[in-house]
């Protein structure tokens, strides 16, 4: 990520919130539309929380990332590992991760500017490097 | 004066002066001096100011005045608590640096579990057993469930003091653990003393001494050692035992790891959802517009549930040993250094939760909380624990119109495992039919 991304992410998350309560229905709804059969991992979610928690969740590492970086990093290295747990795949992370950036861009539509798509997408290829690196002896700094 | 003998009214005033009394020794002492690993502030259930204290004005704090686990760190907010849970490269778990609890594991009885480990080996015993705890195994639990919770609940008394604990927390999360081992029903209470019997302190009213906890552990695992090699010469099956038996990483486990791997088994099978459980009857009590509005409107059992866990916390911390010397909140633990995690406080933190004292069971985000950890040893059945204490609400609410608590509840005096010994309650009646 380059200077100033941070800001450029947090504003376009901003200009969301503004234009949308809650985007919870409308990342689930470009997600299931692309990847059926992530849809069945969500059965047992009666009203819509875990959906709700997980995207909160997801939102708020992507902030921490592009900012002080206190827990993201390790926190997507153990959900990785986590998941596998489940045999759920690490590549869903990098859908998951890119579907936000694209239900954003559909939000945002002309406000989504030449910037915020470069930023997305260094925060994007980052984000990456730990979805495939989850071991922590890999990537520790001390 | 109550039913059963009890001035609820009384207890209640008792309570609100040990609080006050708390409050002003918490916020007086210097804050070297404080100590929230004291049974003592949990079984009387005044750790909270303490806690407030710290978040705000140490939250990443050193305590060198406890004499029973040593100097330790105590990390108090939210968001430190997460970067340490996750950040298992720099903070273990591991049995041998002391694992998970603040009082070290005795050297010559280490019980290596994998919640006591760190990767690799931590990751493929840890999935050797999901499958127990898997989507598809929740779905052929829940009607198990279901008809275990609606027997004994229309079992119980109307206009009669009796236990919650016992009754019902204790047998409902007992029964399931037999189930999930496949273990002999009719043995299923000896789960629950081996529960209580792995995290009491000794002298605290569980067990009287160290070689006490020893003996009775070992005859855990020479009762599960009888289970472990009738499974292991029968087909692989979904149960706990089996799964262990058959797995790879685990088939060839020294006894004192499969005793180490029975204990987190059993206590985070038991312990937990018992004290969530017996939670739920309490805080909806005392927050009775909250009981009105779970009456009024079932559908808000699930996040009642979440709410509830948060409000609950089960297990007040997790300790960590620190690998290298790391920079956490301005201070610097040491490589060696103990850690505490303190969930109970950063589900507590209005920096991270609106309102955070206040019990809302239809709050915006009732599962952002820290009670099930983060990282690689996030708790395995928290699905399961969620759908029971979901169960067991929806079979209340279509039964009772109130369950009303008759005393303050007596609770352990145990700063890891944060629950109750006791709860009075009473049932006026039944739903009309």
Known sequence: MKPGDAETITDSLEQAAALCDDLTPLVYARLFAAHPQMEPLFASDRNGQVRGEMLARVIEAILDFAGERKYAATLIQTEVVNHAGYDVPPAVFGVFFGTVAETLRALLGEAWTADIDAAWSRLLADLDYYVTHPDQAETASG | ?433
């Not at chain 2, 996750?86 to 019980?111: C, E, P, Y």
């Not at chain 2, 989507?135 to 052929?140: C, D, F, N």
């Not at chain 2, 399931?176 to 009213?205: C, E, I, N, Q, Y």
């Not at chain 2, 090699?229 to 087909?235: D, G, L, M, S, T």
């Open chain 2, 1 to 433: 004066m109550a039913d059963g003998g009890f001035d609820l009214g009384q207890s209640r005033r008792e309570k609100a002066e040990r609080d006050a009394a708390a409050r002003a020794h918490a916020f007086s002492i210097p804050i070297e001096q404080i100590d929230v690993a004291n049974p003592e502030l949990w079984s009387t259930d005044t750790h909270w100011p303490y806690f407030e204290r710290l978040r705000k004005e140490a939250p990443v704090h050193l305590c060198e005045v406890n004499e029973e686990v040593g100097p330790y760190w105590s990390v108090t907010r939210f968001e430190d608590i997460m970067a340490i849970d996750t950040n298992h490269q720099v903070f273990s778990s591991d049995a041998h640096l002391g694992g998970i609890t603040l009082r070290d594991m005795d050297d010559d009885f280490i019980l290596p579990m994998f919640i006591a480990m760190d990767p690799p080996k931590h990751d493929v015993q840890r999935k050797t057993v999901s499958p127990v705890v898997s989507p598809a195994s929740l779905m052929q639990l829940e009607p198990i469930i279901r008809e275990r919770a609606a027997g004994l609940l229309d079992s119980l008394p109307i206009g009669e003091t009796f236990d919650w604990v016992d009754r019902i927390s204790i047998e409902l999360t007992t029964q399931m653990l037999a189930t999930l081992f496949d273990f002999p029903f009719h043995d299923r209470r000896k789960l629950t003393r081996w529960s209580d019997v792995a995290t009491a302190a000794p002298g605290m009213g569980i067990i009287e001494t160290e070689d006490q906890r020893r003996a009775e552990l070992l005859e855990c695992l020479e009762y599960f050692t009888g289970l472990w090699n009738e499974r292991v010469n029968a087909p692989p099956a979904n149960n706990l035992i089996s799964l262990l038996a058959h797995g790879e990483s685990t088939k060839n486990m020294a006894p004192m790891e499969y005793l180490g791997n029975l204990i987190l088994l059993i206590v985070g099978g038991n312990d937990t959802t018992r004290n969530t459980m017996t939670g739920s009857v309490l805080a909806l009590n005392q927050n009775p517009e909250q009981y009105d509005k779970l009456r009024a409107n079932p559908e808000l059992i699930t996040s009642m549930v979440s709410e509830t866990i948060r409000w609950q916390t089960p297990l007040a911390h997790m300790r960590r040993t620190a690998l290298v010397d790391h920079e956490i909140g301005g201070k610097t633990i040491k490589k060696g250094d103990k850690v505490a995690m303190w969930y109970v406080s950063g589900n507590r933190d209005d920096t991270a939760i609106e309102n955070p004292d206040a019990y809302i069971i239809d709050r915006e985000r009732p599962r952002h909380h820290l009670s099930f950890g983060f990282g690689i040893h996030r708790c395995v059945g928290n699905r399961l624990a969620e759908m029971q204490l979901r169960v067991v609400w929806e079979e209340i609410l279509k039964r009772f119109p109130t369950i009303e608590v008759v005393s303050e509840p007596k609770r352990v005096p145990s700063s890891f495992v944060k629950g109750y010994e006791s709860l009075m309650v009473r049932i006026p009646a039944k739903n009309p039919a």
